[in-house]
């Protein structure tokens, strides 16, 4: 890149800068290490060179590495992405086999898709490299000198994007998503008794006794009746379902100069290999279930009885909708989250969308991207009621309980 700057800088009023995270990033609290990194480096970019010798990087939560996040990021926004896989030999002691396994997936998924280059050694990377980032720089320069022939106002249009949107901040996170879910299959599930309430305790005094006496029917009858007998069949099946669906938020923006009215975003969600689960927000319960069937159900929450109720079925294609009243020019909206999704194995899902508008002459079609990874495990419901729901005591009720038992499939 100094080679090029030295040749062509001047002339061109043009400099290649080369943007590394080491060398472009500062520290941050709150936020996931790699999404910082997006924010302050990728977003920045205007070419991204991605380069693989017998590696893809570690895992970053949503990509199987950051290089992989990063370059799904820019090709999502439309901007150049160049790849180079070396073919230099390795010294077999120092090969990672996890790492070259999920390189080489990497390149099983990349190659139908997309014109890669390879090279030998440095001498032949840097020749290639030297060539084919001019014929990208002169399709970029073409394309600037085109945009600024236009008129430098906002373009007189509707323009509507739609991309994935980060459920708790509704921020854009691009137009490829990545979740990771977990199938908890429980065994022994019809084993699981009902719920009764604990006895009350003995009184010591005479005058308690008899009270107790007079009293105990009453109160028996009462709590027996009170008692919601499905609650630790409710409480297994609340946290199955929080390990098995995950939220899908969308955000939009109309980056044209005529804002848009009665938006109406017809989503078809399909898998062409694998069978999804999508659901709305009220049917996932949203707080733990009450021991007392008089409070339970008081905010309206369902708390489905089985993981069957939401998970047995299940299609390849499912249809939803958005419906934005108004969209004004450059304004952007994330609508809250209303879809879960989840799926048993794992697949790549293809979100379309045909978005209408009243300023819009033909709808526009759009396709989001979703990659699911799922995780198997095995659990004893006797396991869980024993050594989770028993135990549990009143302040435990206003939490909720991550599942981390052992055994998986």
Known sequence: MQEWNDLNAAERRLVLLPLRWETH?????????????NQQVVDRCDLLVGIFWTRVGSPTGMADSGTIEELERVASEGKPVMLYFSQAKQ??????????????EFKKKTFPHALVESYSDVIEFKDKLSK??????????????????????????????????????????????????????????????????PKTEKKNSSV?????VLTQSWLTNLQISDSNKNYYRQRVTALVLKEFFRPIRFW????????????????????NNGRIIVVSKHQLP??????????????????????????????????????????????ELSPATELFIGTPESCDVIITAKIFADTLAQPEIQELALRIDVDKMVVQASEIVSEIILPTTE???????????????
């Not at 520290?27 to 910082?36: N, T």
């Open 25 to 37: 990033s500062a520290p941050k609290y709150g936020e996931r290490p790699q999404e910082i990194i």
């Open 91 to 104: 010294d077999p002691d120092k090969l990672d086999l996890e790492q070259l396994a999920k390189l080489r």
């Open 132 to 197: 084919q980032i001019e014929m990208q720089l002169r399709t970029l320069l073409a394309e600037r000198a085109e945009s600024d022939s236009e008129a430098t106002s906002v373009r007189p249009v509707t323009d509507i994007i739609l991309r994935f949107a980060d459920p708790d901040k509704g921020e854009d996170v691009g137009a490829i998503l990545m979740l990771k879910t977990k199938v908890v299959d429980v065994t022994d599930f019809e084993s699981i008794p009902d719920f009764t309430p």
């Open 208 to 212: 308690e006794r008899i009270t107790d």
């Open 252 to 271: 939009l923006k109309n980056r044209g100069g005529i804002g848009a009215r009665d938006v109406y975003i017809d989503l078809n969600i399909h898998s």
């Open 286 to 331: 949203t707080s733990l279930p009450s021991r007392s069937s008089s409070r339970s159900g008081l905010l309206g929450d369902h708390h489905p009885e089985s993981p069957d109720e939401l998970i047995s079925s299940g299609s390849d294609s499912w249809n939803t909708k958005i419906e934005v009243r108004a969209l004004q020019p450059q304004r």
């Open 395 to 409: 302040a435990d009720q206003a939490r909720d309980i991550e599942l981390e038992l052992g055994g998986s499939k």
